[in-house]
């Protein structure tokens, strides 16, 4: 496997990023067994994470979801810091789950190329950016993929591993192992399309969703109504949408719009709207529901 690693060979993850995505994934794996170092420039940032994670496990265990002994092994196996220059150089695997900004992530996997060991797979959780954007920067390429998470990472099964053009079948290997290690059903995308899977098929449908809301054919109500008793969704398209943040929901559109042009991926100007009023679903309050009865 030349320079890089195998599932045998990894036993410390890091994680860059200890907002919700990223302290998530952190004790998935420290659950897992890895050692698990959270890393941030925030100090607020990581004792926020070390508090949630904290509570988190106190209530698993007193919900008998959790045994005690699990969640102490896997609050001990978690580290922090805000000094990547010195963690990255004890990593094995390194999951990216930073703000969604190309210029930001390009220069973080540039110093990880540096200081990360010869073996290291650098993965980004980004759900709009390909790794091919990052991967030249490393100086490692075969080496670099996405690793990408939903929310909340402690529930979802699903991981969207992406290739791009020049990473290696051992990356990929490794991680799809690793995924699976974490609990996670891993599912492959051989090349980079804009969104990957859930993304587009969740935008298919909220289109189609704002299509019949706004064209008067059926109220918000009845359509979510019909997704989750005839297509049997846990939730419909519009309280989903809510409970992701409408912001999200906006950015993505952006950010595919961006890649493609095509006019279907355009964002919608009712959702561009809601979000200018500072209505951005449950978080906020208020969305397509309202949520402060």
Known sequence: MSAETGIENISTILVIGAGTMGRQIAMTAALAGFATIIQDISADGLAAARTELEGWAASRVAKGKLEQ???????????YSTDLDS?????????????????????IFEKLGVLA?????????????????????????????????FNPALVMKCVEVVRHETTSDA????????ARRLGKEPVLINREVPGFIANRLMGAIQREALFLAESGIASIEDIDTTARTALG??????ALMDLVGLDVID????????????????PNERIAALVAEGKLGRKSGAGFYDYKG
């Not at 990356?171 to 690793?178: D, F, G, I, N």
């Not at 969704?233 to 519009?238: A, K, N, S, T």
Request: aromatic share 4%; with cysteine; hydrophobic share 45%.
């Open 117 to 149: 060991p010869a073996h290291a797979i650098l993965a980004t959780n980004s759900s709009t950016l390909g790794s091919s954007k990052v991967a030249e920067a490393t100086g490692r390429p075969a080496q670099v993929c996405n690793m990408h998470f």
């Open 233 to 238: 969704h846990p939730m419909g398209p519009f």
């Open 251 to 266: 950015f993505i559109a952006q950010a595919t719009h961006a890649e493609t042009g095509a006019v279907e991926d355009a």
């Open 69 to 79: 002994a699990t969640a102490t092994a896997a609050l001990e196996a978690l580290g």
């Open 87 to 107: 963690v990255a150089t004890k990593a094995d695997f390194i999951i990216e789950a930073a703000t969604e900004r190309l210029d930001i992530k390009t220069q």
């Open 171 to 178: 990356t990929v290997e490794t991680t799809m192992e690793l």
